[in-house]
């Protein structure tokens, strides 16, 4: 059985299916806990250098 928390890669929260996501197609694609994250992440990628 799927687990309905993921924890955000960005903010390092932990968040919970919502109603807007109740397909569980778009849950399992569902990484971020909101658009913002989302955004950060990909502007993240992008300016920061790569680790190690
Ligand atoms: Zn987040």
Not at 11 to 26: L, Y
């Amino acid at each position: 059985m799927l687990t309905d928390s993921k924890l955000c890669p960005v903010c390092q929260r932990p968040f919970e299916n919502r109603k807007k996501w109740q397909s569980r197609n778009q849950w399992a694609s569902i990484v971020y806990c909101s658009k913002r994250c989302r955004t950060q992440a990909r502007s993240r990628t992008k300016s920061l250098p790569p680790e190690a």
